[in-house]
């Protein structure tokens, strides 16, 4: 019931939407504890309920006080240095609920003693790149702000060195947030040091400054937040959730807890949240990067009762999804450490045997020249894992988040690779990224692609060659011949669809914010749909509203309607296919498809979110046939069915069902099974498999097939 409470003050705090300065977060350290335990304050001893009141009077009662130059922690003995606060936490067997990814939890941390040692901090691990900044309406959130929080010796500095300094501005309009990016780009640059090569790179989301590895990546979100509050209620991860507006840290009381207790809390934004929401969904490599860092993941037994609550009712909440017979959490996860036992004790022959056309092939041929020699332990990536997505309205396809089975299968991976049993790539995840040839149109903006790295051999030549490999996949499946005459295009002039990009790389601001370097998104729309009609008045009556200039429709349609002359390709209609043109006998049957193509035109200034909800939405809706119409290797009823999904997942939801029931369904959520037949594959031939061969018997295929059969 304690638990239950905190739950319910951690909403509170939610939707109070206030936020802690420096010393908002001293008085609540100081005065609350973390894990059940009574709370002294004023010299007397608080009951668990009175001290959930003594906390919202922190928040909402607060005196004004005078600000506090200390930034502590909260424990029992918090040891204070002139370089650094330790901050001691509870053992984690203390920690009630149920808790994962935790093994390098931390006993105790230092945090920076006072705002001056935060100050200066903040400058060494930026290196100096904002010095001169005029700070107003600019905030500096997210990992680097930790970071420097922790960075209490040069040591731990190195740790963030790869951490970008994530800006973001607030209470602007689009034009004078666009000047404010072109100032805080001025403030950069002079601070380079001398004969630095610099580039600036521009997507539908955000605008990076890139200088030579290791000098910090500076990247401004382009959403136009109101203010700071805004930005730290948006952070998936409890501990991420803090800020710097060049005077002030701020941060959420989820912040100071995570901090104290060394855990974020679970709930199902992790899953179902929305960037564009008040608070985003979470992603995997996120997850275990913070998990190196030490910072696990806590359920809470409020949501372990409710599945206890809930396991009557699992029909009715399942919306149509195959559940677990048993949705305890413990089981799910020892069945999960068997699956990855058996994984792991057929690795050696997935390594020889996989199809090289395996988006992982790439991954493997990579690391193969780091194995040292005599060292015969399992190197894998979390990728291998998986290659098949769920078919969900939700918002994670081959995500491990997808579900709590899968997420604690990579749990044991990663622990695995913490005792030192495998060796672990923790940055290849089986993503729908720019990750192989067949899934040429990724949601991320940022190409993973080959030869673009950041580490000591990153040079601006290799980042330009990735941008331009990844946007010549925006057109090439378009005027690739097979496709030509199923759009009607075959006797057309295409060069117009070379102008196609989704990011824009130049040597200067100005380069990339011209008119010339807007982002320009192919997109497939069904001929007899009015689709692009509707959303250019929509988007044109938004703009005109806000004073967004525009000399064009948003949404053009270079070759007009091609009316009945398109026609789908020609796909076999096997017994065994699903439609999705993964099998070469579906690739004959006869489909009346009619499809325009039309080019969406995304300028500097109209890539700004939050401007309009009407901008937004439009703007996922056209995402939406990006992606679900990417393919004309399918069926009409695959294509269909994959863009309603896209726009499922894309949707902003103001009243998502009750969060008790949707976590039910995540925890009770079973594997797709074509995973078992993803992973078979890599046994034997190319050609998959039609049975166990008696060879195999008792190995990973004929367990897997046991498993999900």
């Given at each position: 019931?304690?638990?239950?409470?905190?739950?319910?003050?951690?909403?509170?705090?939610?939707?109070?939407?206030?936020?802690m300065?420096?010393?908002?977060?001293?008085?609540?350290?100081?005065?609350?504890?973390?894990?059940?335990?009574?709370?002294?304050?004023?010299?007397?001893?608080?009951?668990?309920?009175?001290?959930?009141?003594?906390?919202?009077?922190?928040?909402?009662?607060?005196?004004?006080?005078?600000?506090?130059?200390?930034?502590?922690?909260?424990?029992?003995?918090?040891?204070?240095?002139?370089?650094?606060?330790?901050?001691?936490?509870?053992?984690?067997?203390?920690?009630?609920?149920?808790?994962?990814?935790?093994?390098?939890?931390?006993?105790?941390?230092?945090?920076?003693?006072?705002?001056?040692?935060?100050?200066?901090?903040?400058?060494?691990?930026?290196?100096?790149?904002?010095?001169?900044?005029?700070?107003?309406?600019?905030?500096?959130?997210?990992g680097i702000?930790?970071?420097?929080?922790?960075?209490?010796?040069?040591?731990?500095?190195?740790?963030?060195?790869?951490?970008?300094?994530?800006?973001y501005?607030?209470?602007?309009?689009?034009?004078?947030?666009?000047?404010?990016?072109?100032?805080?780009?001025?403030?950069?640059?002079?601070?380079?040091?001398?004969?630095?090569?610099?580039?600036?790179?521009?997507?539908?989301?955000?605008?990076?400054?890139?200088?030579?590895?290791?000098?910090?990546?500076?990247?401004?979100?382009?959403?136009?937040?109101?203010?700071?509050?805004?930005?730290?209620?948006?952070?998936?991860?409890?501990?991420?959730?803090?800020?710097?507006?060049?005077?002030?840290?701020?941060?959420?009381?989820r912040?100071?807890?995570?901090?104290?207790?060394?855990?974020?809390?679970?709930?199902?934004n992790?899953?179902?949240?929305?960037?564009?929401?008040?608070?985003?969904?979470?992603?995997?490599?996120?997850?275990?990067?913070?998990?190196?860092?030490?910072?696990?993941?806590?359920?809470?037994?409020?949501?372990?009762?409710?599945?206890?609550?809930?396991?009557?009712?699992?029909?009715?909440?399942?919306?149509?999804?195959?559940?677990?017979?048993?949705v305890?959490?413990?089981?799910?996860?020892?069945?999960?450490?068997e699956?990855?036992?058996?994984?792991?004790?057929?690795?050696?022959?997935?390594?020889?045997?996989?199809?090289?056309?395996?988006?992982?092939?790439?991954?493997?041929?990579?690391?193969?020249?780091?194995?040292?020699?005599?060292?015969?332990?399992?190197?894998?990536?979390?990728?291998?894992?998986?290659?098949v997505?769920?078919?969900?309205?939700?918002?994670?396809?081959?995500?491990c988040?997808?579900?709590?089975?899968?997420?604690?299968?990579?749990?044991?991976?990663?622990?695995?690779?913490?005792?030192?049993?495998?060796?672990?790539?923790?940055?290849?995840?089986?993503?729908?990224?720019?990750?192989?040839?067949?899934?040429?149109?990724?949601?991320?903006?940022?190409?993973?692609?080959?030869?673009?790295?950041?580490?000591?051999?990153?040079?601006?030549?290799?980042?330009?060659?990735?941008?331009?490999?990844?946007?010549?996949?925006q057109?090439?499946?378009?005027?690739?011949?097979?496709?030509?005459?199923?759009?009607?295009?075959?006797?057309?002039?295409?060069?117009?669809?070379?102008?196609?990009?989704?990011?824009?790389?130049?040597?200067?601001?100005?380069?990339?914010?011209?008119p010339?370097?807007?982002?320009?998104?192919?997109?497939?729309?069904?001929?007899?749909?009015?689709?692009?009609?509707?959303?250019?008045?929509?988007?044109?009556?938004?703009?005109?509203?806000?004073?967004?200039?525009?000399?064009?429709?948003?949404?053009?349609?270079?070759?007009g309607?091609?009316?009945?002359?398109?026609?789908?390709?020609?796909?076999?209609?096997?017994?065994?296919?699903?439609?999705?043109?993964e099998?070469?006998?579906?690739?004959?049957?006869?489909?009346?498809?009619?499809?325009?193509?039309?080019?969406?035109?995304?300028?500097?200034?109209?890539?700004?979110?939050?401007?309009?909800?009407?901008?937004?939405?439009?703007?996922?809706?056209?995402?939406?046939?990006?992606?679900?119409?990417?393919?004309?290797?399918?069926?009409?009823?695959?294509?269909?069915?994959?863009?309603?999904?896209?726009?499922?997942?894309?949707?902003?939801?103001?009243?998502?069902?009750?969060e008790?029931?949707?976590?039910?369904?995540?925890?009770?959520?079973?594997?797709?099974?074509?995973?078992?037949?993803?992973?078979?594959?890599?046994?034997?031939?190319?050609?998959?498999?039609?049975?166990?061969p008696?060879?195999?018997?008792?190995?990973?295929?004929?367990?897997?097939?046991?498993?999900?059969?």
């Amino acid at each position: 019931m304690t638990q239950s409470l905190d739950h319910m003050l951690d909403l509170t705090f939610l939707s109070s939407r206030r936020i802690m300065t420096t010393r908002h977060l001293m008085l609540f350290a100081c005065r609350t504890t973390c894990c059940g335990q009574p709370a002294t304050f004023l010299g007397r001893t608080l009951s668990r309920r009175k001290k959930n009141q003594r906390r919202r009077v922190l928040l909402y009662e607060m005196p004004e006080i005078e600000y506090s130059t200390s930034i502590p922690g909260y424990c029992r003995t918090n040891a204070l240095t002139s370089t650094a606060r330790e901050v001691t936490r509870e053992p984690q067997s203390q920690i009630s609920g149920f808790t994962f990814l935790d093994d390098k939890r931390a006993s105790s941390i230092f945090i920076q003693p006072s705002l001056p040692s935060f100050c200066g901090a903040f400058e060494t691990i930026s290196d100096g790149l904002l010095k001169g900044l005029d700070w107003s309406n600019v905030f500096v959130a997210g990992g680097i702000i930790l970071g420097t929080l922790l960075s209490t010796t040069p040591e731990r500095q190195k740790e963030f060195i790869h951490s970008d300094i994530d800006v973001y501005i607030y209470g602007l309009s689009a034009s004078a947030a666009n000047d404010k990016i072109a100032h805080i780009y001025e403030t950069w640059k002079s601070n380079l040091p001398p004969n630095t090569p610099s580039a600036v790179v521009r997507n539908s989301r955000t605008i990076t400054f890139f200088a030579k590895y290791p000098i910090k990546r500076v990247q401004i979100v382009m959403k136009l937040v109101k203010n700071p509050r805004e930005v730290l209620l948006n952070f998936d991860l409890d501990v991420a959730s803090m800020g710097w507006d060049g005077k002030e840290l701020w941060a959420l009381p989820r912040a100071v807890r995570a901090l104290e207790t060394g855990y974020n809390v679970f709930t199902m934004n992790f899953v179902h949240g929305h960037f564009l929401g008040e608070r985003r969904a979470s992603q995997e490599s996120r997850v275990f990067k913070y998990a190196d860092r030490g910072y696990g993941i806590r359920i809470l037994p409020s949501y372990i009762d409710a599945l206890h609550d809930l396991q009557a009712r699992k029909e009715e909440i399942s919306h149509g999804e195959a559940l677990h017979g048993n949705v305890d959490l413990e089981h799910i996860a020892a069945k999960a450490l068997e699956w990855v036992d058996i994984f792991l004790k057929e690795q050696p022959q997935l390594e020889c045997e996989r199809s090289f056309s395996s988006p992982g092939y790439k991954w493997r041929n990579r690391i193969a020249d780091t194995r040292q020699e005599g060292d015969t332990r399992p190197h894998v990536s979390h990728a291998i894992m998986y290659q098949v997505a769920y078919k969900t309205t939700e918002p994670l396809n081959r995500d491990c988040l997808t579900s709590f089975e899968r997420l604690i299968r990579h749990t044991h991976l990663w622990k695995k690779s913490v005792t030192g049993e495998i060796v672990l790539d923790n940055t290849e995840f089986a993503s729908t990224d720019y990750d192989h040839e067949n899934a040429p149109l990724g949601y991320d903006d940022a190409p993973a692609l080959k030869p673009f790295e950041w580490n000591e051999a990153f040079n601006l030549k290799d980042l330009e060659t990735s941008l331009n490999t990844a946007n010549k996949m925006q057109h090439k499946w378009i005027t690739d011949e097979w496709n030509l005459e199923p759009l009607g295009l075959a006797d057309r002039d295409v060069t117009s669809l070379n102008a196609t990009r989704r990011s824009t790389f130049g040597l200067s601001l100005e380069e990339v914010m011209a008119p010339d370097a807007d982002m320009i998104i192919p997109l497939l729309i069904p001929a007899d749909s009015n689709i692009v009609a509707w959303a250019n008045k929509m988007l044109k009556d938004a703009f005109r509203e806000h004073g967004l200039p525009y000399d064009q429709d948003p949404i053009t349609m270079p070759f007009g309607k091609t009316g009945d002359n398109n026609k789908a390709p020609n796909v076999d209609e096997d017994e065994e296919g699903d439609g999705d043109g993964e099998d070469e006998d579906e690739w004959r049957m006869d489909r009346d498809v009619q499809l325009d193509v039309a080019l969406w035109r995304v300028t500097a200034l109209t890539c700004w979110q939050l401007i309009d909800r009407r901008i937004d939405e439009i703007a996922e809706m056209l995402w939406s046939y990006h992606f679900g119409y990417a393919s004309l290797r399918c069926t009409d009823q695959f294509r269909l069915c994959t863009f309603v999904s896209h726009l499922s997942k894309r949707a902003i939801r103001d009243a998502p069902d009750e969060e008790f029931e949707r976590f039910a369904r995540w925890v009770g959520r079973q594997q797709p099974v074509r995973d078992k037949e993803q992973l078979a594959k890599w046994q034997w031939d190319m050609g998959g498999a039609s049975g166990i061969p008696e060879t195999r018997k008792g190995t990973f295929i004929d367990y897997a097939t046991m498993w999900w059969g």
